[in-house]
């Protein structure tokens, strides 16, 4: 999908991050020193609208996620603790 097609489709984020690859590529191929500097600045500011755009990333693996669940499950199990006492 275009630049233009993204804009228009009105997802902000999704048309953040073109414009970021966009000017990321104008970069590489920029060669006034003039231009570079203004297409890093703007660079710079759309990055900073992505971070605080996007959702935060989770961090962690399989096992951290097998931790929080097993951790939940025994703070729900604290929760019924009086039941378990009365058994036995």
């Given at each position: 999908?275009?630049?233009?097609?993204?804009?228009?489709?009105?997802?902000?984020?999704?048309?953040?991050?073109?414009?970021?690859?966009?000017?990321?590529?104008?970069?590489?191929?920029?060669?006034?020193?003039?231009?570079?500097?203004?297409?890093?600045?703007?660079?710079?500011?759309?990055?900073?609208?992505?971070?605080e755009?996007?959702?935060?990333?989770?961090?962690?693996?399989?096992?951290?996620?097998?931790?929080?669940?097993?951790?939940?499950?025994?703070?729900?199990?604290?929760?019924?603790?009086?039941?378990a006492?009365?058994?036995?």
């Amino acid at each position: 999908m275009s630049l233009r097609q993204t804009a228009a489709s009105g997802d902000r984020l999704a048309t953040l991050e073109q414009l970021r690859d966009h000017l990321a590529a104008a970069i590489e191929g920029c060669e006034s020193m003039r231009d570079l500097a203004a297409l890093a600045g703007r660079l710079q500011s759309v990055l900073a609208e992505i971070a605080e755009l996007a959702p935060p990333r989770q961090v962690g693996d399989a096992v951290d996620e097998i931790a929080q669940r097993r951790a939940a499950r025994r703070a729900g199990a604290a929760k019924g603790a009086p039941r378990a006492a009365r058994t036995g």
